[in-house]
């Protein structure tokens, strides 16, 4: 079955610096790739999502790279501010498949005013 | 607005009791799950449902079973809870041929 695998497991940036949170996965028959920010006490939200047939994907500060060949991926936020802190999950799924998701295990960052 | 609500916040259960989480979505979709939460393994997924009266195993399904009796419900039950059963739940749902999962607030269980 599908693996994902996430580093760091925890981040630290200065406000202002860029953050970039990498993912690979183990299956190649997946081909949609979300990334989940879940703030602390709170629920886990979408916040960008990238499918296999799309490189980049940009969302105002928010970016995600795919690189199918070595499966992986990578989620980066720029100009980074005090509420990104956050724990960020990637997943990797095969869409029409039931959208069952395998998640990674999760990056906390946190971003030092 | 998707709205997914959880039974409980927060719950503390004996070893040996039996415990149900429910999870109620209000936007008619098809599919719901219900995940595990724990450090440094984000989130498994223990069961899933694509319609009243079906449920698939996930990755987890070991001292847990499920009950989708509407469309709306889908319970998770620990029939003789554990200590290793001690975690934060977390029931999410979509539509069918869309991607994006649906939160609830989870449930952190503890088990004593």
């Known amino acids: 079955g599908e693996n994902v695998e996430q580093h760091p497991s925890t981040l630290s940036v200065q406000e202002g610096d860029s953050a970039v949170i990498k993912c690979t996965y183990s299956d190649s028959a997946s081909n949609y790739f979300p990334w989940y920010k879940q703030e602390l006490g709170k629920r886990p939200q979408l916040i960008i999502d990238i499918r296999s047939n799309v490189g980049e994907k940009k969302d105002q500060r928010i970016a995600v790279t795919l690189n199918k060949t070595a499966k992986h991926f990578s989620l980066h936020i720029t100009e980074t501010q005090p509420e990104d802190s956050a724990v960020y999950f990637c997943a990797a799924s095969i869409t029409g498949y039931g959208q069952n998701f395998v998640f990674g295990p999760g990056t906390r960052l946190s971003v030092l005013p | 607005d998707v709205k997914v609500t959880q039974s409980s916040r927060y719950l503390v259960k004996r070893t040996g009791e039996k415990v149900f989480l429910e999870c109620v979505q209000d936007m008619d979709h098809e599919n719901m799950f219900w995940y595990r939460q724990d450090p440094g393994l984000g989130l498994r997924l223990i069961y899933f449902s694509y319609d009243v009266k079906m449920k698939e195993k996930g990755d987890i399904p070991e001292g847990y079973s499920v009950s989708r009796e509407k469309k709306e419900r889908f319970s998770l039950i620990l029939e003789s809870a554990s200590t290793n059963q001690t975690s934060m739940y977390l029931c999410?749902?979509?539509?069918?041929?869309?991607?994006?999962?649906?939160f609830g607030p989870g449930t952190r269980l503890l088990v004593l």
């Open positions: 999410a749902s979509n539509p069918a041929g869309q991607e994006t999962q649906y």
